[in-house]
């Protein structure tokens, strides 16, 4: 059976003028256009990939795509328009990815996650809805080290992920450092694995370790302020994940760390360095 938007091997059934006319082990036929032709002959046997010309056809190409049927890749928005975005996924005619099908505002020249599907009309299509295509069977366990790239953010829960463009996980966002975008590839720790096998993450490093970067953080910040912040155990949560990219938690346990130092001090409504501490750390 020919299968659209996957690679097959066919054997050469014959060669005519618009091509060579590929056939699969039921009968089923496809045309290799003629520009790909190099020294094929009758009954060789081809692997190529398989896709819609700008009319629908379905015809056979040599060059791999970056992306087949069903699976996720990481791909390039060559041209905005005004029915949807074209990616670049290796091949001359560029991957329609339509309005419907994207969760965020696109830029031209920047790259997103997206899964290759077929449409209602029978073409090759692609989605940045891709959670359905994502699997929960990794290998990862608890502090690995993992890539993957953000698909998706809800401002309320964080940044979804997809780990090696395969598994599903989750960054929250109090576990979140500084911005992160749709798009992005990120390194992270794998925090916890969910009895369904999804993976949480952290951009934040283990217990102690995590501890006394946030203490230093607070202490630099401080010092870059004249050595006085208004901020305390008080402050809105917000308020402190803007100025120190951290969850209150972390920022209480972090003044508690310096206060314990003996390097800060409570002054008004705010933290302040001890005098003898200016300057120093």
């Keep these: 059976m020919i299968n659209l938007g996957e690679v097959q091997e066919l054997k050469v059934d014959k060669i005519i003028k618009a091509g060579a006319l590929l056939k699969d082990a039921e009968g089923e036929k496809v045309l290799l256009p003629i520009e790909e032709i190099e020294n094929e002959k009758n009954g060789d046997i081809i692997k190529v990939f398989l896709y819609n010309d700008s009319r ?25 328009t005004k029915i949807g975005a074209f990616l670049d996924w290796g091949l001359e005619k560029e991957l329609f990815l339509p309005f419907k099908e994207q969760i965020c505002k696109l830029d031209r020249g920047r790259s997103y996650l997206v899964a290759l599907y077929i449409d209602k009309t029978g073409r090759l299509c692609s989605t940045m809805k891709i959670r359905d295509y994502l699997r929960t069977d990794s ?9 993957g790239v953000v698909y998706n953010i809800v401002d309320d829960i964080g ?62 910040v401080l010092e870059d302020y004249e050595g006085f912040l208004p901020y305390n155990d008080k402050s809105d949560p917000d308020d402190i994940q803007d100025m120190f990219c951290m969850s209150k938690s972390a920022f209480k346990k972090a003044v508690g760390r310096l206060l314990k130092e003996n390097k800060i001090e409570f002054f008004k409504d705010g933290i302040k360095i001890k005098e003898d501490n200016i300057g120093r750390k």
């Excluded at 629908?56 to 905005?80: D, F, Q, S």
């Excluded at 290998?139 to 890539?147: A, F, G, P, R, W």
């Design 56 to 80: 629908g056809k379905v015809l056979a190409t040599k060059i791999m795509p970056k992306i087949t049927l069903g699976k996720i890749a990481h791909l390039e928005v060559r041209e905005i």
């Design 139 to 147: 290998k990862y366990k608890e502090n690995d080290k993992v890539s």
């Design 159 to 220: 940044a979804f992920v997809a780990i090696d463009n395969i598994y599903e996980a989750l960054l929250p966002k109090d576990q979140k450092r500084g911005v992160v975008a749709v798009g992005e590839p990120i390194r992270v720790r794998v925090s916890s694995v969910k009895s369904d096998g999804r993976l949480n993450l952290s951009q934040r490093e283990r217990g102690h370790l995590e501890l006394d970067k946030d203490a230093e953080l607070i202490f630099d």
